[in-house]
């Protein structure tokens, strides 16, 4: 029930988009900021919020996060401005991190035998399936029936449910040795995503050679460049390197950003497609958003039998090959111009999509010991929202700096062109990643990362005692 008040949350704003921008007066980057305020903070924050439950407690945690994200969600509906609308959905964020890793952890935790974890995240991860099959039609509904300050009503009584419900069957459990909370990394991801997501939204408007632009370029780097080497050196850091010795864990991570860089795109520029250029209602762009979310909610599930079955290889490169195909349709073949073609690259899309996310998972805490598996699905949860926030703002950008004229059809074809061109390419390398990570060669370097932390376990002993 968490996933699906996120999840639906996000769906049901990309409909609500134009509503908004026409209500609050809002350009495209305001529209890119009221997504990535939440995705930013909400990819900042996961980390704390992972290793603060593992310390304090996975029940009480959730449960502080389903009633910020529901007090959240009811300021969003009351916000007199964009600024006002961008700071509570920042607030909803900060509730958002308590919830998604926690329950991640949480089922980690619960179901300790492989194949009953893939399953068990299969049908976690199938939940997002029916957020995208009815986020645009409820979404539609609301902003056409009410307005778009209903689209965040829908947030409290799903929440109170899940609160009632985990106060009713979760139990509380901690991490036999939770980590130590790092604000030196904390804040170096806060700089790293935060500037970087400013400096690609804004640069359009400011210019990519302006002071203030190349100002957060360098704040930027110089964060990358402090958060490797004060992490390197950090006994119990927020975001372990030594993770990244592991190919299927590394491919996991990037898989993720590119996968739902593609979704947040696909999403943004459909909604303004659909809507301010060929005008059609919030509930008919929703409608016409089906065959895509029909097949998320189809693959979702079979994805997850799919990866406890036969492994996360096959599922990860049919999704990237139907994700890349997608978007070649749009960029190559203009799909959005005649209604079969779009529809088709609308179901290839849906069907791609809701194959990647269960592997993600899997991949990501496969080979991992039972104590770093919530860290794990963590760093994957915060490169599903790194992701999602560089997908708008660099679909936003490109759609920005190419036509302030996208009055016209064919004037937001061509804009739109270079941006379908990206979100093929994430496809390719979802595709071109699925074949380098889940071989035997990947496999190996999971178990060498994996032996790294059980020689680090208490009472542990090296294999060189041992024999």
Not at 332 to 357: E, H, K, R, W
Request: aromatic letters at 8%; glycine letters at 10%; charged letters at 10%.
């Amino acid at each position: 029930m968490s996933l699906l008040i996120v999840s639906l949350d996000n769906t049901i704003l990309n409909v609500a988009l134009p509503s908004i921008q026409h209500d609050l007066h809002a350009s495209v980057a305001g529209m890119q900021w009221t997504i990535d305020a939440y995705t930013l903070v909400l990819a900042a924050l996961l980390m704390l919020a992972g290793s603060t439950a593992d310390r304090l407690g996975r029940r009480r945690v959730f449960l502080v996060g389903l009633v910020v994200f529901a007090a959240g969600s009811l300021l969003c509906s009351m916000a007199p401005s964009l600024e006002w609308l961008v700071i509570f959905r920042m607030v909803q964020a900060v509730g958002g991190s308590m919830l998604n890793p926690v329950a991640m952890s949480i089922i980690t935790n619960t179901f300790t035998e492989p194949r009953e974890r893939a399953r068990a995240i299969g049908v976690w991860g199938g939940v997002v399936g029916i957020s995208m099959a009815a986020g645009p039609v409820i979404g539609g509904l609301l902003v056409q029936s009410v307005g778009w300050r209903s689209i965040f009503w829908i947030n409290v009584p799903i929440g109170a449910l899940a609160l009632f419900l985990t106060l009713r069957y979760v139990p509380e459990s901690r991490a036999p040795r939770p980590r130590r909370v790092d604000p030196v990394g904390q804040l170096l991801v806060i700089g790293l995503l935060g500037s970087l997501t400013y400096a690609i939204i804004e640069a359009p408007d400011a210019g990519w050679a302006s002071p203030e632009i190349l100002a957060f370029v360098l704040l930027a780097l110089a964060s990358l460049a402090g958060l490797l080497s004060y992490e390197r050196r950090r006994r119990e850091p927020l975001i372990d390197l030594r993770f990244f010795h592991s190919a299927p864990f590394s491919g996991a991570t990037v898989v993720a950003v590119c996968a739902f860089a593609a979704l947040a795109g696909f999403l943004f520029i459909n909604t303004l497609y659909l809507q301010n250029i060929r005008g059609l209602s919030a509930l008919d762009a929703g409608l016409y958003m089906l065959p895509m979310a029909g097949m998320t909610l189809i693959f979702a599930p079979l994805s997850g039998r799919l990866v406890g079955s036969r492994g996360p290889r096959l599922s990860l490169l049919l999704a990237g090959a139907a994700m890349g195909a997608s978007g070649l349709l749009f960029a190559a073949f203009d799909a959005q111009s005649a209604d079969p073609l779009m529809f088709t690259g609308y179901v290839l899309f849906g069907i791609g999509f809701g194959l990647v996310n269960a592997p993600i998972t899997n991949t990501a805490v496969s080979g991992m010991p039972r104590a770093q598996a919530g860290v794990a699905a963590a760093v994957a949860s915060t490169s599903r929202q790194v992701g999602q926030s560089l997908g708008v703002a660099v679909i936003g950008a490109v759609l920005a700096s190419g036509a302030h004229a996208t009055a016209t059809t064919d004037a937001f074809l061509a804009a739109g062109r270079p941006a379908w061109w990206i979100i093929a390419g994430c496809g390719a390398a979802v595709l071109l990643l699925g074949a380098l990570t889940t071989g035997r060669w990947a496999k190996a370097t999971a178990d060498r990362t994996a032996a790294l932390f059980e020689d680090e376990a208490p009472g542990h002993q090296p294999a060189d005692a041992r024999s």
